[in-house]
């Protein structure tokens, strides 16, 4: 079985963005205690390896074809 499910899907890039929260935007009226919270949201860039882990990706049906197999380093 393929535990990395990447068949598919497109690959991150070192350009690739995830959205992550931040922490709270807290929303007050007229000077009083904070009445409701929304969450900050922020964008930050993908950091991980985008090299193949995948130790079976040689023999794996699913991954046939693909250009990303045995890169990286099981």
Known sequence: MNMYACNGKPR???ETNYP???GWDYKTFGGAVALSRAPRIVEIKHAMSTDCRYQESATDKRC???QHIQKGQP
């Open 20 to 22: 992550a929260q931040d």
């Open 64 to 66: 046939a074809g693909c």
């Open 12 to 14: 991150p890039t070192p």
